[in-house]
């Protein structure tokens, strides 16, 4: 699926840390924990938490973030509908990263079982 350019755009250009607490806000209200929320981008990116927080404190864009980031190998599991995209036929790198975490963070709100979110 094709996306356009100022659709990708508009996601690189978005601060990291300008969406993470609206992360952790849907996780809480769903009975979930932030660490549990840092635990699943850990599990995407490689980062742990000092390195989270110094990318959120350096107000850094996704396309920063993701640049620095270590892709799970099994990332490429991550499928399914994603803010009407679905997320397998994504062509732009970026914007299919970005889409990996939306998918993951709504699968922790939703309640799934952290094993199955982490596709071990």
Same mark, same amino acid.
């Given at each position: $699926?094709?996306?356009?350019?100022?659709?990708?755009?508009?996601?690189?250009?978005?601060?990291?840390? %300008?969406?993470?607490? $609206?992360?952790?806000?849907?996780?809480?209200?769903?009975?979930?924990?932030?660490?549990?929320?840092? /635990?699943?981008?850990?599990? #995407?990116?490689?980062?742990?938490?000092?390195?989270?927080?110094? #990318?959120?404190?350096?107000?850094?864009?996704?396309?920063?973030?993701? /640049? /620095?980031?270590?892709?799970?190998?099994?990332?490429?599991?991550?499928?399914?509908?994603?803010?009407?995209?679905?997320?397998?036929?994504?062509?732009?790198?970026?914007?299919? /990263?970005?889409?990996? #975490?939306?998918? #993951?963070?709504?699968?922790?709100?939703?309640?799934?079982? $952290?094993?199955?979110?982490?596709? %071990?």
């Amino acid at each position: $699926m094709n996306t356009t350019a100022k659709h990708d755009e508009r996601i690189a250009k978005m601060i990291f840390g %300008s969406v993470y607490p $609206m992360y952790v806000t849907k996780v809480e209200s769903k009975g979930r924990t932030k660490a549990e929320l840092d /635990q699943v981008i850990a599990w #995407l990116t490689g980062f742990d938490e000092k390195k989270l927080r110094e #990318l959120i404190d350096k107000k850094v864009t996704f396309e920063e973030f993701f /640049q /620095q980031a270590t892709l799970n190998p099994n990332a490429h599991l991550i499928t399914g509908m994603i803010c009407g995209y679905r997320i397998e036929d994504i062509e732009t790198p970026l914007t299919k /990263q970005a889409r990996y #975490l939306d998918k #993951l963070v709504d699968e922790l709100a939703k309640g799934r079982k $952290m094993e199955k979110i982490l596709r %071990s």
